[in-house]
């Protein structure tokens, strides 16, 4: 049993949260998550023995109280959960597949056949509207093409707070994919807490800096991904995402 420091673990926790609330698809149900998993784990809870990492500690008391709770049952047209957890693992968290092996408690073997199905499946699943946020003309243009390289058709791409309201109130996207800073264009936490007052759609942010965003407070994003990223990571989370009926209600603004 590894014994962990307090600090180790508050540093891995915006990691943890973040992973738990793409398996849950659900901000309240992933944070949860994640106290217990804490609390467990300060009281001297054990862990699988190859496990030290603090943030693969954590993933693994998420994946493993999800799992008891009931989380792995799928319709068989989607991502088993073992799949979902596997992909957010080696892509949305960066860890490598011999890592995420005894996190989900699979040999190496098994992981990797695992991995391979799930990618597999990953890019046979149904596309959506996406509706991007961006004001960097480059990094838009690369987002839309990563956007439509998985599948997703691209309704918009907004580089202000106003455009980005008139383009989701014209096409009403599936998904709305937002950068954080706008420039003079505004903030993009603000334009999107503006369209879910009237259209609710599941919400990824795409930032440097996703500790802004996952602090534990009461009005954050259930998906985060963390710049740069590479494509099978997006494709990732918009699944989660679009499948995960996440519906936020608002967005804690962010500096």
């Not at 943890?16 to 992933?30: E, L, W």
Request: with cysteine.
């Amino acid at each position: 049993m590894t014994i962990l420091r307090r600090e180790d673990l508050i540093r891995a926790l915006p990691y943890a949260r973040r992973y738990a609330r793409a398996v849950t698809g659900n901000q309240v149900a992933g944070d949860a998550l994640v106290a217990d998993c804490l609390r467990d784990t300060l009281a001297g809870a054990a862990s699988p023995a190859p496990l030290s990492d603090p943030r693969h500690i954590l993933y693994w008391g998420v994946t493993k109280r999800f799992d008891m709770r009931g989380g792995a049952a799928e319709p068989a047209a989607q991502l088993s959960a073992r799949q979902r957890q596997i992909l957010l693992l080696t892509s949305l968290e960066d860890v490598s597949v011999e890592e995420a092996a005894p996190i989900l408690e699979l040999s190496a073997e098994e992981a990797q056949d695992l991995l391979a199905t799930a990618r597999d499946r990953l890019r046979a699943l149904a596309a959506t509207d996406v509706l991007i946020i961006e004001d960097e003309p480059i990094i838009a243009m690369d987002l839309e093409e990563l956007v439509q390289s998985c599948g997703h058709r691209v309704v918009g791409v907004a580089a202000s707070e106003a455009e980005a309201i008139a383009i989701a109130k014209r096409t009403r996207p599936g998904l709305i994919l937002a950068d954080i800073n706008l420039g003079l264009g505004g903030d993009g936490t603000s334009a999107v807490t503006q369209i879910l007052r009237s259209h609710q759609a599941p919400v990824i942010f795409v930032t440097a800096y996703p500790e802004r965003l996952l602090t534990g407070d009461a009005l954050e994003p259930a998906f985060v991904i963390t710049k740069p990223f590479e494509p099978l990571t997006l494709a990732i989370a918009t699944y989660q995402a679009v499948t995960g009926g996440v519906q936020l209600e608002a967005v804690a603004a962010s500096g």
